[in-house]
């Protein structure tokens, strides 16, 4: 049986070598670690939705002010029109009714996936004088070929879509509707 043993410095030395070798195996974990793709992330676009929101409605109230369709079609052009099924002459007719000094607060907002939801809050004048708030979420999509973010402006891609809803409302069955007339007799 041999008996090995190891002075100060020989338990120093191994200390050491172990220090080494493991700090080299976080170095390599660190590295690799920083390779991987962590929940898509990496494939959002530079501007984010704020951003885009942001620019979409000052093209917007610039487009009001100057009266022109210059300002207006460039915010067309943020419209995801995969899902907003516009055309730009209505895209024109709808911002047309937005009042004078149109202006929007931009809130945070929530991304999930290729999809985010924007926080938005504009005055409007009451019929009873003075203005009220009107608070709401803008959903923006992620535009596949671009790789920038598109303004769902009909909100076409939130909540329920468009063939959920017809599907849903095919297999409601009618409501029972009681007859208003009496019977005979009475």
């Known amino acids: 049986m041999r ?6 410095m020989g338990v120093a030395l191994i200390l050491k ?54 300002t207006a079609s460039e915010a067309y052009k943020l419209v995801d029109t995969r899902v907003s099924n516009l055309t730009v002459n209505q895209f024109l007719e709808i911002i047309k009714r937005y009042p004078e000094k149109f202006a929007v607060d931009i809130g945070k907002a929530e991304i999930k996936g290729n999809q985010a939801l924007v926080q938005i809050s504009y005055k ?19 535009d596949p070929v671009t790789n920038t973010w ?20 095919k297999s409601e069955a009618p409501p ?8 005979e007799g009475e």
């Open 3 to 8: 008996v090995f043993l190891i002075d100060k």
């Open 17 to 70: 070598f172990k220090k080494e070798f493991y700090g080299r195996i976080l170095l390599v974990l660190a590295i690799a670690l920083t390779g991987c793709d962590l929940g898509d992330t990496s494939a959002l676009p530079e501007d984010g939705p704020e951003v885009v929101t942001k620019r979409f409605y000052e093209l917007i109230s610039a487009a009001k002010m100057e009266g022109g369709t210059t």
């Open 124 to 142: 409007l004048p009451s019929s009873f004088g003075g203005d009220y708030t009107v608070q709401e979420v803008l959903p923006l999509n992620v």
């Open 150 to 169: 598109k303004v769902d402006f009909t909100g076409d891609s939130y909540g329920m879509q468009k063939d959920e809803a017809v599907a849903a409302s």
């Open 176 to 183: 029972q509707v009681k007859s208003e007339v009496p019977p």
